[in-house]
């Protein structure tokens, strides 16, 4: 687990003196303790001005920093916003601890968390492998079962969702707020709880969701995203929980390398006035699309994406942008 910062002269030989002197932080400070609010409406405050970069970390558990600290070795910069995820895998949910650990650490180091969940389906084990498990499908029928109060199957989420409480718990104790995204990519087939439009479909089990982590257990640290992926099929709204269950509107970019300006304005007329992000990326945030789609919060890119789909020049011109806030740069309210 990374506990300091390393000095910006490790940064690879390919980065100038001049992109180090634009966007370079002087140290970054640790957060206190802070309500979401002001996350909120830190994110809020930079819509149309600035981003904050962001770099997703998956599995194994055991190295819950690993792809931020590529990050760093090619950029000599850390993300303004770290992402991790509660995990799938037996051996990773043995080992959620290391992941709340990194997210006290990244908090304490002055970048944002976000979480998300590759939950596996109440239908089998608590643990499942990707392939056949959160990649798989369930019947109409157990779908439905699972939406409704008193049912095994309703139980038996309500149970998952009671396994990861104590750790969302550590984090609320300290003070962080996680930008908290589960059913990411809720337009999609390829997922258990994906590709059900309407009031009873997927937008239910995110209420469900919310409501008993914010509700019954009082986590009031979690800062509510809901996403999509950029489907050119449309009609993300028919997937949309409602204005009273989410706080930032996300967008995963996967049918293309970048968000169309179609993409941008459909999610900008679910959200409204609150804050959009682009929660899954391949390709970092290219200048044109930095300098032309300034109301996207946050960007986070794909874990391992981040060297198999990007060449060093493309993320050190992206983190050395002028709109780009990094590790150090982010100053909440």
């Given amino acids: 687990m990374r506990t300091t910062r390393l000095s910006l002269a490790v940064a690879t030989a390919t980065v100038t003196a001049g992109a180090l002197a634009l966007n370079s932080a002087a140290g970054a400070t640790a957060f206190p303790p802070t309500p979401k609010q002001e996350v909120l409406a830190y994110l809020d405050s930079i819509s149309g001005s600035h981003i904050v ?27 303004g916003l770290w992402g991790g995820d509660l995990m799938f895998r037996a051996e990773d949910i043995a080992n959620r601890q290391s992941v709340i650990d990194q997210a006290l650490t990244e908090w304490e180091n002055g970048s944002l968390v976000t979480l998300t969940w590759h939950a596996c389906p109440p239908t089998g084990g608590t643990s499942c492998e990707f392939e056949g498990g959160v990649k798989s499908s369930i019947s109409d029928e157990e779908f439905a079962e699972i939406v409704t109060e008193g049912t095994d199957l309703h139980q038996e989420w309500l149970s998952r969702l009671d396994a990861v409480v104590p750790y969302l718990r550590q984090l609320q104790d300290a003070g962080v707020p996680v930008l908290f995204r589960p059913f990411h990519e809720m337009n999609e087939a390829w997922n258990w709880w994906g590709d059900r439009p309407g009031s009873d479909g997927s ?119 002028p709109r780009v806030f990094n590790q150090g740069e982010v100053h909440l309210p």
Avoid at 59 to 76: L, S
Avoid at 259 to 265: F, H, L, N, R
Avoid at 290 to 318: A, C, G
């Fill in 53 to 79: 970069s962001g770099q997703h970390n998956k599995e194994p558990a055991d190295q819950p920093g690993q792809y931020t600290q590529q990050v760093h070795d090619i950029t000599g910069q850390w993300p």
């Fill in 203 to 321: 937008s239910r089990l995110f209420q469900i969701t919310h409501d008993h982590l914010a509700g019954t257990r009082g986590l009031d640290n979690l800062i509510w995203v809901w996403n999509v992926q950029d489907n050119p099929a449309g009609g993300w709204d028919a997937y949309y929980p409602g204005d009273d269950y989410v706080e930032v509107a996300s967008l995963d970019v996967w049918y293309k390398d970048l968000p169309s300006e179609g993409d941008y304005q459909q999610l900008q007329a679910i959200a409204g006035e609150k804050p959009i992000a682009l929660a899954e990326m391949g390709k970092v945030p290219a200048p044109w699309l930095l300098d032309s789609q300034t109301r996207w919060s946050y960007f986070m890119v794909w874990s391992e994406q981040l060297r198999d789909n990007n060449s060093n020049e493309e993320i050190q011109e992206t983190y050395f942008h």
